[in-house]
């Protein structure tokens, strides 16, 4: 009896042993495959992150032109002028100096409502301009500036300022198809009551000495009219940082005198 049943023990246990050791090292590799298989979704993420974020890019500028498109112009204000003021010299200069560049109320005039025409606004803030053009008789200077962001633009005001202007001389005050040098002799030469014209001609004809801006009683800007992408001038940094520039050549010192107001057409 103990012959017989040793064998069936001793077998029993030596053939269970085997298949046990195999059962615990089999799921060893496929634990090893699993671990690999996060790393390779890992290096497919940053793909789509990418194209995610170029996707609310575009969306992004869709929605900007969607909102200037669908959004009611707003009339300018002096605090419009003067915010863009602080926000342009901000970087260069102190605290101090910022201060110094706030102009009184008093320098300004009625802005435009977005009701006026040019010849009725003009009418409006200067209702005794015939006696004002009559007895101005100085060479080399106008009585009143309108700046606006382009040759074509100015050209537009000039058609649009009939009503107003009269007999009264204008003159253009671009560079478009027009020399310096041949503006200088014109305003050398003879009397002028309005300039219309942009910024950066402006101030070159200020710097060459053929436009004095003593004599100047009115400075308006064009200020609400937006071109075909929907941009006020002051909304074009080159038109915006010449107007800057020409407000530093004397126009400053002469809104705080007083002796020049300006008005946000």
Same mark, same amino acid.
């Given at each position: 009896m103990k012959f017989s049943i040793s064998p069936e023990a001793s077998d029993g246990e030596g053939e269970g042993d085997p298949e046990m050791t195999k059962q615990e090292t089999a799921p060893a590799p496929a634990l090893s495959r699993k671990t690999k298989q996060p790393k390779e979704c890992f290096l497919i993420q940053p793909k789509e992150t990418k194209e995610g974020a170029t996707k609310t890019r575009r969306r992004r500028k869709k929605k900007i032109t969607d909102v200037l498109a669908?959004?009611?112009?707003? =009339?300018?204000?002096?605090?419009? @002028?003067?915010?863009?003021?602080?926000?342009?010299?901000?970087?260069?200069?102190?605290?101090?100096?910022?201060?110094?560049?706030?102009?009184?109320?008093?320098? !300004? +005039?009625? &802005?435009?409502?977005?009701?006026?025409?040019?010849?009725?606004?003009?009418?409006?803030i200067c209702p005794k301009w015939v006696k004002l053009r009559k007895n101005h008789n100085e060479k080399k200077s106008v009585l009143m500036l309108i700046i606006c962001s382009s &040759?074509?633009?100015?050209?537009? /005001?000039?058609?649009?300022?009939?009503?107003?202007?009269?007999?009264?001389?204008?003159?253009? @005050? !671009?560079?478009?198809?027009?020399?310096?040098?041949?503006?200088?002799? @014109? +305003?050398?030469?003879?009397?002028?009551?309005?300039?219309?014209?942009?910024?950066?001609?402006?101030?070159?004809?200020?710097?060459?000495?053929?436009?004095?801006?003593? =004599? /100047?009683k009115f400075l308006v800007f064009d200020w609400n009219w937006r071109d075909q992408k929907l941009r006020r001038m002051m909304d074009i940094p080159e038109i915006r940082k010449e107007v800057f520039e020409l407000l530093e050549m004397g126009v400053l010192s002469l809104c705080k005198s007083e002796s020049l107001k300006l008005g946000l057409f």
């Open positions: 669908k959004s009611e112009p707003k =009339p300018g204000t002096p605090d419009d @002028l003067q915010k863009l003021m602080k926000d342009y010299y901000s970087t260069n200069r102190s605290v101090i100096e910022l201060e110094e560049l706030n102009l009184p109320d008093s320098c !300004f +005039l009625k &802005a435009n409502d977005m009701t006026h025409s040019l010849s009725s606004y003009l009418k409006e &040759a074509v633009r100015a050209l537009e /005001l000039i058609r649009s300022m009939t009503a107003f202007r009269g007999d009264s001389k204008v003159m253009k @005050l !671009f560079a478009k198809h027009i020399k310096v040098q041949e503006q200088v002799k @014109l +305003l050398e030469k003879r009397v002028v009551h309005l300039g219309v014209g942009t910024p950066g001609r402006i101030k070159e004809l200020i710097k060459q000495g053929g436009l004095n801006l003593n =004599p /100047l």
